[in-house]
T-cell receptor
Framework: GAVVSQHPSWVICKSGTSVKIECRSL??????MFWYRQFPKQSLMLMAT?????????EQGVEKDKFLINHASLTLSTLTVTSAHPEDSSFYIC????????????FGEGSRLTVL | DAKTTQPTSMDCAEGRAANLPCNHS???????VYWYRQIHSQGPQYIIH???NNETNEMASLIITEDRKSSTLILPHATLRDTAVYYC??????????FGAGTTVTVRA
C-alpha cells in the first residue's frame, strides 16, 4: 500500500532557530500534500495545502511566513518552522492522496517538535 | 461543510465487538463518510469509508443509515491494539479532512 514517510520523527531545538520537516510519498507521485498540526490532547488542525510547483494554500490564522512550505517535486514536501518558539511545539503530520477516485488520504508518522 | 458528532469516550472488552456511533445529520448527497484512527503519538490510520452502502474490509465494517444522517463503525473483535482515538469525518471539497474530537476507545483485557 501507499506509504508516506516523515523525517525527523522528533526534533528538539532552541527558541529562534528554524526547523525543517520532510514529507515523502514513497510509492506514488503526490501533486497535493496536506500539513496538519496537533497540540497535546487536541485534534488535528489543517494548516495548509501544499501543491507541487505552486504556492501553498494556508488555512485562516496560519502564518505563511512562519510556516514555509515547499513542494518542489512530486514526492517531497517540506515544512519549515521559522524562528521557532515554545508555542510552536506540537505534533506535525502530513498527508497525501493516493487514490484519485476515492480521495483516500494516507498520513505520515508525524514529527514531534519541541522548542526549548 | 457537514460536521460530525461522536461520543467522547468508550470502553470495550477485548474480544468483543466495538460499535462506534457517529451523527452527521447535515451531510450532503455527494459527501463520503470516512473513519480514521490515531494511536497515541502516531499519524492517523485509514480504516474505511462509504457513501451510502454498507462497507466491510479486513479492519472493520461501516453501517450507514438509509437517510445517511448517521453511521456506525464496527470493530468485530476488539484487541488491546485497537485502543486509539477514532475519528468520523465527512469529506470536504478538495479531499481535505476536518478532524473533530473523535471517540477515545479503550479496549480492556
Amino acid at each position: 500500500g501507499a506509504v508516506v514517510s516523515q523525517h525527523p520523527s522528533w526534533v528538539i531545538c532552541k527558541s529562534g532557530t528554524s526547523v525543517k520537516i520532510e514529507c515523502r510519498s514513497l510509492d506514488f507521485q503526490a501533486t497535493t500534500m496536506f500539513w496538519y498540526r496537533q497540540f497535546p490532547k487536541q485534534s488535528l488542525m489543517l494548516m495548509a495545502t501544499s501543491n507541487e510547483g505552486s504556492k501553498a494554500t494556508y488555512e485562516q490564522g496560519v502564518e505563511k511566513d512562519k510556516f514555509l512550505i515547499n513542494h518542489a517535486s512530486l514526492t517531497l514536501s517540506t515544512l519549515t518552522v521559522t524562528s521557532a518558539h515554545p508555542e510552536d511545539s506540537s505534533f506535525y503530520i502530513c498527508s497525501t492522496r493516493e487514490n484519485a477516485n476515492t480521495g483516500e488520504l494516507f498520513f505520515g508518522e508525524g514529527s514531534r517538535l519541541t522548542v526549548l | 461543510d457537514a460536521k460530525t458528532t461522536q461520543p467522547t469516550s468508550m470502553d470495550c472488552a477485548e474480544g468483543r465487538a466495538a460499535n462506534l456511533p457517529c451523527n452527521h445529520s447535515t451531510i450532503s448527497g455527494n459527501e463520503y463518510v470516512y473513519w480514521y484512527r490515531q494511536i497515541h503519538s502516531q499519524g492517523p490510520q485509514y480504516i474505511i469509508h462509504g457513501l451510502k452502502n454498507n462497507e466491510t474490509n479486513e479492519m472493520a465494517s461501516l453501517i450507514i443509515t438509509e437517510d445517511r444522517k448517521s453511521s456506525t463503525l464496527i470493530l468485530p473483535h476488539a484487541t488491546l491494539r485497537d485502543t486509539a482515538v477514532y475519528y468520523c469525518i465527512v469529506r470536504e471539497s478538495d479531499y481535505k479532512l476536518s478532524f473533530g474530537a473523535g471517540t477515545t476507545v479503550t479496549v480492556r483485557a
